[in-house]
């Protein structure tokens, strides 16, 4: 059974740092890359990083490049987003959602693509809230 599980998100004041974790099993990790998207209350969801499991090349949108940095631990199966100086409108669920390339990843997380298409498993999400 292929999961993917988000945890780290919690409250924060602006300016604080969060790390989110995306612990993934049930298909080969190094075959497939890794997005993280973001759902703020009432509005689309919107992608913002990637990393290819095998090689960790990353793309990042430019609303958090500087930012956010995402990363992976091969040998435990997981992805972190490290979120420094958060903004109140970084507040969302956080997803993070497995593709079978990082070229696809991509797509998705740019928006260039709908981000279903995109990716193949998601998991359930984590709330991040950024108090002012």
Known sequence: EVQLVESG?????????????????????????????????????????????????????????????????????????????LKPEDTAVYYCAAARSLLRCERAVSGRWSYYYGMDYWGKGTLVTVSS
Do not use: H
Not at 13 to 37: E, K, N, P
Not at 58 to 85: C, E, H, P, W
């Open 9 to 85: 998100g919690g409250l924060v004041q602006a300016g604080g740092s969060l790390r989110l974790s995306c612990a993934t099993s049930g298909f080969t990790f190094d075959d497939y890359a890794i997005g993280w998207f973001r759902q703020a209350p009432g509005k689309e969801r919107e992608g913002v990083s990637c990393i290819s499991s095998s090689d960790g090349s990353t793309y990042d949108v430019n609303s958090v490049k500087g930012r956010f940095n995402i990363s992976s631990d091969n040998a435990k199966n997981t992805v972190y987003l490290q979120m420094n100086s």
